[in-house]
């Protein structure tokens, strides 16, 4: 209400509140029209897949950055494989038979001894998408409306010190310095922060 949060309706039931944190992921644009609030994110999917179990043979994740693509084994055998994000907006966890043909054909380059392998399971996340491939975090233009979003294809390994920092902007209604370069305004001030190097296969 003017500018300002005073509550949040939840499939719970409501709570007043006056500060709100928004990290969803795939659903930022959904929750950031709930306010009114304008950022530059779009979501797109990113898909992954999953073999059947096979022996110990890959101790390491590996990563082509000319194929674009990644494969590791997890402890139960499986080749977890994945490739860069799918080059359209939208809003579903829908896979697709041209991502599984396309990576295998680039894993099979790789290491054609998979020829013979089964892939047991693909799916699609909803990634949200920042014109510079950086998070934004921090405070909005909305009074206690906070955001960390936008973080794209290479989220998990920045989580423990996302946490950290959004915690601390919470507290002091002020975001760390760490966390600057990644503030909704950047795209205003024309000051981005290009993050493209961050994830391992090439988008
Ligand atoms: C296939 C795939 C592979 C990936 N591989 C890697 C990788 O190897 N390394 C890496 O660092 N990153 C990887 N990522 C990216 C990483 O998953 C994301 O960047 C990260 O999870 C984003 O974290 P988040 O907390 O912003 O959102 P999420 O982890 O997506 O969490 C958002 C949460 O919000 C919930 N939510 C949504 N809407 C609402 C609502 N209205 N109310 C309440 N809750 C809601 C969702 O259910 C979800 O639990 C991968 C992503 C995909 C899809």
Sequence with gaps: KANKVVGVQT??????????????AG??????KMVDLATPIIIQPLQACVTEPMKPWLDHILV???????????SRGELVMGAALDPYEMHST???????????SHILDMFPFLSNVKIVRQWAGMADMT???????????????????GWGTWG??????????????????RAPDLIHSF???????????????AASVGH
């Design 11 to 24: 499939s719970r039931g409501y709570i007043a509140t006056n500060q709100v944190l928004s990290a969803v």
């Design 183 to 197: 503030r909704l305004s950047r795209f205003d001030e024309f000051e981005l922060t290009g993050e493209k190097g």
């Design 131 to 149: 014109p510079d491939f950086a998070p934004i975090m921090g405070k909005t233009p909305i009074e206690g409306f906070y955001l960390d979003a």
């Design 64 to 74: 082509s950055g000319s194929l674009h693509v990644y494969v590791s084994q997890s």
């Design 156 to 173: 998990f390994k920045a989580t423990p010190i996302s946490g950290k920092s959004m915690a601390a902007t919470i507290a002091h209604d």
């Design 27 to 32: 659903f930022t644009p959904r929750i950031c």
């Design 94 to 104: 829908r896979s697709s038979l041209e991502f599984v043909e396309g990576l295998s």
